[in-house]
């Protein structure tokens, strides 16, 4: 039985035949949609009374066709679209009339011709939805211009990769060999213990080779390299973050504390040992009652001057030292802060090495130790509470370099005021400010890595009757890992940066360093941990999946958020000291002579706020540094200035100055983003003018205008808030970042794998190359 | 040795005592600000030359005064300042003066008088440092008013849970009592083996309830309530989120594709033994190489005519059956997605159910059948994967309800199109999409409680000497959780609605409630997301311990944004249905005509944007809900009018429909967002209208109008660029944001506890009531 009789009986039905088709096959259409064409074709005075009722009899539910009638159509279909031209080929109605035509040849086209004012009504009925189904009954092969991006790279990947690395190119390629050894495969059990034995392993290897010591002098077995220290954690962070940061606890935190805080007689008597790992150690600060308020800290260590001796002391339990590295399982000795006591007086916190374990591994008399248990990541690392009950140690243990107390048993410090002093020996501890975020940034770059070579992998939906495209071709997907990509370049110039202000640091500049390392830390930290969540979904269900990795860099990172200071917590202390910073910029007038200055400023140079560039939606501007960075500055200038201003109303009005802060911490942490925003920004841009590579500078200074477009896209709100850009810019704006990110596409995947990171260690099955 | 008898012999100079103590005692002053105070005092010509030469001693960085000679000005000061009167205790030369005048009564004011000018000088040089030193020098206890907040309930809390659990109580209840019993202690070990079983038991006490068979009809032993058995699933969320899923697959999943997709023989030979847990199984559809695109999947089911059979085959590894729950170890059947091959010609995607594993636990022959191994959560669930080696299973084991083989041997369906009918499928299994967010909801609620409890009770910083302040108390941590609490109440109201949408639905709202969910699963699975890393955040490093549950509710739900559909892709199905719905509310228009109208319409309806509107800042105004409707509706139908336009222009322009929809796909997720925050605003604000208590009904309405006003100020720059708001109402939007939050945070722990979470379900250490 040929369903399509009827048709070849009156060729002219066929006109009809496509919409039929679409009805019936389109999953979308609604009863009513179906009704109103009903109605159009009820209406059809040039059909015959007969056809019309078959015509109508093809739209009732009650008789659909068969699943092999539906079938029949669209090759016939198919035949009549693909013998038209391509421009042509869009709509069903010339795809209906084409079908007519070719089914009577001897008709005259003036039929035809009456029929498709009437045809194009009911199309136009179906609306946008006929558009699409008229594509879709095209020739079985289409290619749309989705599925022509392919990955290429417009530079050199060896070049970019030692753009990156610059001087520390030869401890990066060290290190790297040490984790790509077969000693080194990741470890897959769930067993904790095993874990952190594994990761004490490990540890040992990497002591082996001098790297635990490289920032330690030579005298103490060090490579007297800081600048190397960092790059080594930075690169271990390609592998796993337990690791690291069992590494930064014994070697960083352990060793430095040692190192700045103490004085020659601790450095000769234990940084070799450290160093080699045989001496492991904790760095015991937080407390379970004070961990961002370590100021509050109350174990106390009191001395008494006729054994010469400190007594170290947990008041109570809530005093304990708390979530402490290397305290579970390894640890023998610990830099414990606490509250020094001479007499009834209280001198502030100050540091004493502390023995816990004797060599057995057992606890010593008065600690008590327990594990902190299972964690939400890093369990390869052993944290765990310490509690002191009244443990005597010798005065030689004190931490005497900013602090001590003399032969005649009073206190003496070149620091008077015990406030000041405490800030001052944490300054020295800076440095875990900086290699958190790198060891951050690394695992985003992993992660980056993973998801840009899957999405550039795996393929999924196309056109109806072409080839599947790779995610990565989808603007939505581009839009997901574009932005981030250029910003885990920016990260990774500003983080260098950083590095060297705190190599050149000098007393003078000490506060500032302080400063961008508290921001920068907070900034990338959160960067890391969005950026991850971002490629766990990017990478879907498999993205879930534990051999793609992406959960542990997830996970493990999720805390870098919170340690070493609690990124909110930073961000406030950052807009502090810009108040500061703020005010030694205008040294010859007072604080709020400056509100007053800045506030006039501001409204004189509304003339750079002129309509012409607040309008100006020139491409060629929105590309241009120059604008990028007036308007970071303009940004961070502005909320710093308001900031000041409302704090200073607020303490008009008579308002406690705890309060004052309090009411304006929202406005504070922004004050906090927008400077070192403005930091990253300019440090990408800096970095940018020393690329002598032609390539490779086009294609960073791609990644430097999306992280700047990106930032001000985020920020749009504000910068249209405040007259510095009208809607037309900002819209302007969102189709130069959909541009960025579609030519980014295809140089992303030369752009992680210029990061270099060993495959090894990447590891995950999505990522491997095809 | 006095080291204050310099002070004393002259006590004028008492009155530099408070700055140089801020000078020593202050962190944040720098070397250069202690140069400006010395060029100061050395202008000074009203002190004596020795005089002179004592205060610029004071301020030499080589001769600091000791720690305790600073302590000593310190009790000097205090005392000083403890005798002014409240309102003049306002800066440093106050205090200074008073100092002076204390130690000097015989003095007359007149010289103190001269002094306060160059005094104010210097101080006025340190800026608004000063300010808040001098508040630092005050009495020994300062209360401030951040210290004065605390948690108190505006209404009863049961009738706040009644009004939430609506007509589901009792099951609710039930639930509860069950997972409150010892049975249900969560398993505290890391192994996936044990875990599973774990797991598998706990399913089975639920069976034994009558939970598992809750929406299945009577006859087969089931409860007959749909609403019901989302209830079950939304209560056993607030335990162990492996139990829901593997609840979910064998009573859901496979349980109602057979009850859906199936007839009475498939009823009457599986349902009940489904229902009780003896016959467990899989939904077996995503494949390795298809998961968002499910029409693409590879495996077959070739219909053998003779036999009356079908062959289910996997063609190659990539079409293996992909993260399969239930599968790894449990399953013994399963509903397997496959096309149907009869002869030459493909019938496109059908359901037949396959029998995987014999009595003992073996893989049948030609089934094979490998672990998925350890994923970042839901580790209580055996998810696998399989692949079908020719296996032959009888006629009667396809799901027929929309599709069968005749006797003769001819495919048979009531929907000629292969994609109608796949779509149709799928439309039937909607429950998943409804009962997957309520879930995360559930898992949200949880770690706000947790969150929202700890911050109430822990204490960190304070004011420099009172006492320390519930971390709830500091305005960036309500904004972090206020926002949060309200929109999980918002959400909730939502997914209620959607739920009785769903058991009211018809074949005509079928489509518009299939994008309903389709949003609110991406809606709200991204709000759990966000939401449980905010709380994670929130609870620092204890947010980071296992013991406290963040990480599994983070971990377990991280999926829940990619499975049942990856929200990116699912927001873009809702936009494509708005565009279909969009054209279906002017019904007599066809769409391009919509567009031009809608367009017109914009521009004339633009008397509604005029500027006493866009700039009304009065709070009353931005309070208002049906301000807020409409700026929600606003956005909606701008969106989406401008989505169809640009569409429309790519297809007139002749580009391929598929590149059309890719290269708008970035708005199109916009059209999908506007649309379901436009759904969860105005269903919060209709459940608002039924609540009778006026206590409840006002909290609520503050959970409203906060929920409200944070996506608006999400969306402000979209706003600013459309001109329905100017800046300044942005800006006032801002403050009644800080306010609403402020307020929200007494009733906050009210607010999580009228959730009513079993406690041994909370179980998180941190969040047990102090």
Chains 1, 2 share one sequence.
């Not at 907070?522 to 879907?540: D, K, M, P, S, V």
Request: hydrophobic share 40%.
């Amino acid at each position: 039985m040929n369903n399509n009789s009827r048709f070849h009986e009156n060729p002219y039905l066929f006109s009809f035949m496509p919409m039929f088709y679409m009805v019936w096959a389109d999953a979308i259409l609604t009863p009513s949609e179906i009704l109103k064409i009903r109605e159009l074709v009820d209406n059809q005075l040039w059909v015959t009374e007969e056809d019309r009722a078959f015509l109508l009899g093809k739209l009732d539910p009650k008789t659909p066709p068969s699943p092999d009638e539906l079938k029949s159509w669209l090759v016939e279909i198919r035949r009549a679209a693909g013998s038209l031209s391509a421009d042509m080929k869009k709509s069903l109605v010339d795809i209906g009339i084409e079908l007519a035509r070719l089914n009577a040849r001897n008709q005259d086209d003036k039929t035809l011709d009456e029929a498709r004012a009437p045809l194009t009504d009911i199309e136009e009925a179906l609306g946008i939805i006929s558009h699409e189904a008229a594509f879709h009954l095209r020739s079985q092969d289409r290619v749309a211009q989705t599925q022509s991006t392919r990955s290429s790279s417009s530079f050199e990947i060896d070049q970019m990769t030692s753009i990156l690395e610059g001087e520390e190119s030869e401890v990066i390629k060290r290190v790297k060999t040490i984790i790509s050894d077969p000693e080194f495969i990741y470890f897959p059990k769930q067993d904790v213990d095993e874990y952190r034995e594994q990761v004490f392993t490990w540890c040992k290897y990497l002591a082996d080779q001098g790297f635990g010591s490289m920032a330690y002098p030579k005298a103490y077995g060090g490579g007297d390299s800081i600048r190397d220290y960092f790059a080594i954690m930075e690169t271990l962070s390609y592998h796993d973050l337990s690791l690291v940061i069992k590494f930064g606890v014994q070697f960083g935190l352990w060793g430095m504390s040692v190192y700045f805080l103490g004085t020659e007689k601790h450095h000769k008597a234990y940084l070799k040992r450290i160093g080699a790992l045989e001496l492991p150690g904790c760095f015991a600060m937080t407390e379970t009652g004070h961990g961002s308020n370590v100021k509050g800290i109350e174990t106390t260590a009191t001395y008494d001057h006729e054994s010469a001796s400190f007594v170290i002391n947990t008041p109570h339990e809530a005093a304990g030292k708390e979530y402490i590295g290397n305290a579970a399982v390894h640890g023998k000795m610990a830099t414990v802060f606490a509250k020094l006591i001479i007499g009834d007086t209280d001198y502030g916190v100050n540091a004493f090495v502390v023995p816990l374990r004797d060599d057995h591994g057992h606890e010593l008399p008065g600690v008590r130790i327990a594990d902190c248990g299972h964690k939400m990541g890093l369990n390869g690392v052993d944290n765990g509470r310490i509690w002191f009950d009244q443990v005597r140690i010798p005065k030689d243990n004190m931490l005497d370099r900013f602090a001590s107390v003399d032969s005649s048993g009073q206190f003496t410090s070149p620091i008077a005021s015990d406030n000041r002093r405490f800030f001052t020996m944490l300054g020295t501890l800076v440095g875990g400010r900086i290699g958190i975020p790198r060891s951050g940034l690394s695992a985003l770059k992993s992660g980056l890595t993973i998801a840009i070579r899957y999405g550039d992998q795996r393929r999924q939906f196309g056109p109806e009757n072409g080839a599947e495209v790779p995610i990565l071709n989808y603007r939505t997907h581009q839009r997901r890992l574009m932005p981030l990509l250029a910003e885990s370049y920016a990260l990774h110039f500003a983080l260098k940066h950083l590095t060297q202000r705190f190599l050149d640091r000098t007393d003078d500049d000490m506060q500032e360093i302080e400063a961008m390392a508290a921001g920068l830390k907070a900034y990338a930290t959160w960067a890391t941990t969005r950026g991850l969540q971002e490629c766990r979904e990017a990478c879907g269900g498999k993205g879930y999946l534990s051999e793609n990795r992406l959960d542990r860099l997830k996970n493990d990172t999720d805390v870098y958020t919170t340690f070493e200071g609690d990124n909110t917590v930073l961000m406030q202390l950052v807009a502090k000291s810009r108040l500061s910073e703020f005010k030694k910029e205008f040294a010859d007038i007072n604080l709020f002579g400056i509100i007053n200055y800045v506030a006039s400023q501001a409204k004189t140079s509304l003339t750079e706020l002129n309509p012409i560039i607040t309008r100006n939606t020139d491409p060629e501007h929105l590309l241009d540094l120059d604008f990028h960075k007036s308007a970071f500055e303009y940004r961070e200038r502005d909320i710093l200035t308001s900031a000041a201003r409302r704090i200073k109303k607020h303490l008009d009005n008579g308002m406690d100055s705890f309060d004052a802060f309090n009411q304006t911490q929202y406005h504070m942490v922004n004050v906090g983003f927008a400077y070192i925003e403005r930091i990253v920004l300019t440090q990408f841009q800096d970095a940018l003018k020393k690329v002598s590579d032609p390539q490779c500078k086009s294609a960073l200074q791609k990644a430097c205008q999306l992280y700047a477009l990106s930032r001000m896209e985020k920020n749009k709100g504000w910068y249209l808030e405040h007259g510095y850009m009208e809607g037309a810019k900002t819209k302007a704006i969102r189709r130069v970042i959909n541009q960025l990110c579609l030519e980014m596409r295809e140089d992303a995947v030369a752009l992680v794998d210029a990061f270099g990171i060993p495959e090894s260690c990447l590891a995950a099955p999505i990522a491997m190359r095809s």
